[in-house]
């Protein structure tokens, strides 16, 4: 089941904030965070297990909420290179090899 | 190191042809994928193989065909292309089809298909 990715698009000025969520109505096991750049191919970032650690990457980071099945992707200070398109992908937490299945993404415009 | 490769990348098909992507890993790895991306849709698994032998369906099979060749090659064939099918095709692989902490999946640059 296709996790849920809000908001759909986010236009800011360089050096804002953005926040991009991701829930699920399933169990999770894990919550992976990817870029993709116009036609590119996407680009891992982070992963997240279930445990609600946070993690970062320069100014970008992410946490994840177990109890909700949520993971937010937090970028601070944005800069022109953050543009694109961000996707989660979620592995559900079903005891066995599940599938990474993604989100419809967020794009995140980017202008000086 | 190449990590996956998929051709062609760009093709136009005629409504009712067959063509077949083409996709190979050299990182070794067990799981190979095949999405594709729609705007608005994000990526979507059309079929993926968790391991050299198997093959699985995935969200959206219909109209599609795989083969696992080998551990390397995973290729995705198209019997009779509908203007359904115009969209971006992705391979990926992955150490194991359960992905975690150093084990992520990696997608190649993309095949563009157009049935006119």
């Known amino acids: 089941q296709q996790p849920v990715q809000s908001p759909q698009a986010v236009i800011l000025r360089e050096g804002e904030d953005a926040v991009i969520n991701c829930s699920s109505s399933?169990?999770?096991?894990?919550v992976h965070w990817y870029r993709q750049k116009h036609g590119e191919a996407p680009v891992f970032l982070m992963i997240?297990?279930?445990?609600?650690e946070q993690k970062g990457h320069d100014k970008i980071s992410a946490s994840f909420n177990e109890k909700k099945q949520q993971s937010s992707l937090y970028l601070t200070a944005s800069q022109l290179s953050y543009s694109g398109t961000y996707f989660c992908?979620?592995?559900?937490?079903?005891?066995?090899?599940?599938?990474?299945?993604f989100g419809k993404g967020t794009k995140l415009t980017v202008n000086p | 190191n190449a990590g996956v490769t998929q051709t062609p990348k760009f093709q136009v098909l005629k409504t009712g042809q067959s063509m077949t992507l083409q996709c190979a890993q050299d990182?070794?790895?067990?799981?190979m994928y095949w999405y594709r991306q729609d705007p608005g849709m994000g990526l979507r698994l059309i079929y993926y193989?968790?391991?050299?032998?198997?093959?699985d369906k995935g969200e959206v099979p219909n109209g599609y065909n795989v083969s696992r060749l080998n551990k390397r090659e995973f290729s995705l064939r198209l019997e009779s292309a509908a203007p359904s099918q115009t969209s971006v095709y992705f391979c990926?692989?992955?150490?194991?089809?359960?992905?975690?902490?150093?084990?992520?999946?990696?997608f190649g640059e993309g095949s563009w298909l157009t049935v006119v």
């Open positions: 399933k169990a999770l096991y894990s």
């Open positions: 193989s968790a391991s050299e032998g198997t093959t």
């Open positions: 990926a692989s992955s150490e194991h089809l359960r992905v975690g902490p150093g084990n992520t999946i990696y």
């Open positions: 992908g979620t592995e559900a937490d079903q005891g066995g090899s599940e599938k990474l299945v």
């Open positions: 997240l297990l279930k445990g609600g």
């Open positions: 990182m070794n790895h067990n799981s």
